[in-house]
C-alpha cells in the first residue's frame, strides 16, 4: 500500500531563518506531488505541484520554493522565512493509480515567531 | 475555471440527529467531486469521491454523497450523527479525466455535535 511521510511534524522558526520540510512517498511511481498551506481559519491553498523530478510549478507567488530531487520526495523551502509563512502544510500524492484522487500526508506546522 | 462553496463556516448538530454539509460547485468540464475530513491537528482522509456512474456515493463512517447535475451540489448526509464526527469537512472539485488532478477546495465547514 501507499504512504506518504512528512517532517518535521512541527516547527518554531524565527523570521529570517530559513525553512525545508520534506516529504516522501512509499509505495507508487511517477506520482504526481503537491504542497498545500492551510492558514488558521482559512481554506486550503495548493502552493506547488510537480508531474516528475525536477519539474515544479507554482500557483501562487510567495516566499517559498520547491524543489524534487527524486521520484518520490518533495521539498518546500525559503530561504528567509515572514510571520505571514506561519501555517499548515501539507504534502499531498496522486496517479493514475490512485484514479484521480490525492492522499495526503500528516501534515507539518510551521509558527514563524 | 472552477469553485468549490460550502455553504455555512460552522454547522452543529444533536447526537443522532442528521448531519447535511452543502456543498456547491462550478466546473465547466464534467468534475469528480471529493469530501475530506480533517481531525484537529491531522491531515486531510479522504471521506467519498464521485467520479462517474451511480450518483449516489457512499464512504466512510457512514457518510453519503449524492451528485445532483442539475444542482450543481454534493451535500454530504450521515443519518446519525455520532460525537467522533466532529470535525472540518471540505468539499473539492477536480477537472475529472482531462489529464489535470488538482482540486481546489472549499473553504470547509466545522462541524460540532451536542453531547
Known amino acids: 500500500s501507499q504512504t506518504i511521510h512528512q517532517w518535521p511534524a512541527t516547527l518554531v522558526q524565527p523570521v529570517g531563518s530559513p525553512l525545508s520540510l520534506e516529504c516522501t512517498v512509499e509505495?507508487?511511481?511517477?506520482?504526481?506531488l503537491y504542497w498545500y498551506r492551510q492558514a488558521a481559519g482559512r481554506g486550503l491553498q495548493l502552493l506547488f505541484y510537480?508531474?516528475?523530478?525536477?519539474?515544479i510549478s507554482s500557483e501562487v507567488p510567495q516566499n517559498l520554493s520547491a524543489s524534487r530531487p527524486q521520484d518520490r520526495q518533495f521539498i518546500l523551502s525559503s530561504k528567509k522565512l515572514l510571520l505571514s509563512d506561519s501555517g499548515f502544510y501539507l504534502c499531498a500524492w496522486s496517479n493514475f493509480l490512485s484514479g484521480n484522487t490525492i492522499y495526503f500526508g500528516e501534515g507539518s506546522w510551521l509558527t514563524v515567531v | 475555471a472552477q469553485s468549490v462553496t460550502q455553504l455555512g463556516s460552522h454547522v452543529s448538530v444533536s447526537e443522532g440527529a442528521l448531519v447535511l454539509l452543502r456543498c456547491n460547485y462550478s466546473s465547466s468540464v464534467p468534475p469528480y467531486l471529493f469530501w475530506y475530513v480533517q481531525y484537529p491537528n491531522q491531515g486531510l482522509q479522504l471521506l467519498l469521491k464521485?467520479?462517474?456512474?451511480?450518483?449516489l456515493v457512499k464512504g466512510i463512517n457512514g457518510f453519503e454523497a449524492e451528485f445532483k447535475k442539475s444542482e450543481t451540489s454534493f451535500h454530504l448526509t450521515k443519518p446519525s450523527a455520532h460525537m467522533s464526527d466532529a470535525a472540518e469537512y471540505f468539499c473539492a472539485v477536480s477537472r475529472g479525466n482531462f489529464g489535470n488532478e488538482k482540486l481546489t477546495f472549499g473553504t470547509g465547514t466545522r462541524l460540532t455535535i451536542i453531547p
Open positions: 510537480s508531474v516528475g523530478i525536477g519539474q
Open positions: 509505495g507508487t511511481s511517477n506520482p504526481n
Open positions: 464521485y467520479t462517474t456512474g451511480a450518483t
